[in-house]
């Protein structure tokens, strides 16, 4: 029971959709009809610039790092992975969304920095080697799904399978992505500071 009171609380966080709430709060309208209509960091970057796409970042690796913490609290490394998970998958399937949602990247993040940091930092460099390099947010998320696998499964045991999964999940929420970078249809990231 412990467990399920723990992952629906992960959930539930998770499932908060900063994105929308903030670029309202912003000024911005509704995030699903602005870019790619995803309610996540890139594309309320798009909507509102570097400010607000900054803002939703922070606010959505936040849920996820309390969903971790709340979990560690309640039943040690493996709860907290799997809280963790729980908030990546709240976030791609909202319950206040029609369990519909974003991708999952700034939150697997937010779990990477609350259950290793150093696999933080890691994927955390090779996101930002790939997104200044290419100019593609989603081409930089898939590297982290790429290298954060390989990492958990360096670390092995419940947690490097909480993170391989939320990787999977992210992978999953990505195919669109995938296909427009094929494609060369896929939007870069423009670095701009709206007032």
């Given at each position: 029971?412990?467990?399920?009171?723990?992952?629906?609380?992960?959930?539930?966080?998770?499932?908060?959709?900063?994105?929308?709430?903030?670029?309202?709060?912003?000024?911005?309208?509704?995030?699903?009809?602005?870019?790619?209509?995803?309610?996540?960091?890139?594309?309320?970057?798009?909507?509102?610039?570097?400010?607000?796409?900054?803002?939703?970042?922070?606010?959505?690796?936040?849920?996820?790092?309390?969903?971790?913490?709340?979990?560690?609290?309640?039943?040690?490394?493996?709860?907290?992975?799997?809280?963790?998970?729980?908030?990546?998958?709240?976030?791609?399937?909202?319950?206040?969304?029609?369990?519909?949602?974003?991708?999952?990247?700034?939150?697997?993040?937010?779990?990477?920095?609350?259950?290793?940091?150093?696999?933080?930092?890691?994927?955390?460099?090779?996101?930002?080697?790939?997104?200044?390099?290419?100019?593609?947010?989603s081409l930089?998320?898939?590297?982290?799904f790429l290298?954060?696998?390989?990492?958990?499964?360096?670390?092995?045991?419940?947690?490097?399978?909480?993170?391989?999964?939320?990787?999977?999940?992210?992978?999953?929420?990505?195919?669109?992505?995938?296909?427009?970078?094929?494609?060369?249809?896929?939007?870069?990231?423009?670095?701009?500071?709206?007032?």
């Amino acid at each position: 029971m412990l467990y399920i009171f723990g992952i629906i609380i992960g959930y539930l966080l998770g499932s908060i959709p900063f994105g929308i709430l903030l670029t309202r709060l912003f000024g911005r309208g509704d995030l699903r009809k602005v870019g790619s209509g995803n309610i996540g960091a890139a594309n309320a970057m798009r909507a509102g610039g570097l400010r607000v796409g900054a803002a939703v970042w922070l606010a959505d690796m936040l849920k996820t790092i309390l969903a971790v913490l709340i979990g560690s609290a309640m039943g040690g490394d493996a709860l907290a992975a799997w809280c963790g998970f729980a908030a990546v998958f709240g976030h791609c399937f909202s319950i206040w969304l029609g369990f519909r949602g974003g991708k999952g990247v700034s939150c697997l993040f937010g779990m990477l920095l609350a259950l290793d940091p150093l696999m933080f930092l890691i994927c955390g460099a090779s996101w930002l080697v790939v997104v200044f390099s290419f100019g593609y947010s989603s081409l930089g998320g898939l590297t982290v799904f790429l290298v954060a696998s390989v990492l958990g499964f360096a670390i092995g045991g419940t947690v490097g399978v909480a993170i391989f999964a939320s990787c999977v999940l992210c992978l999953v929420r990505h195919m669109e992505n995938i296909g427009r970078l094929i494609g060369g249809t896929e939007s870069k990231l423009t670095w701009k500071w709206k007032k």
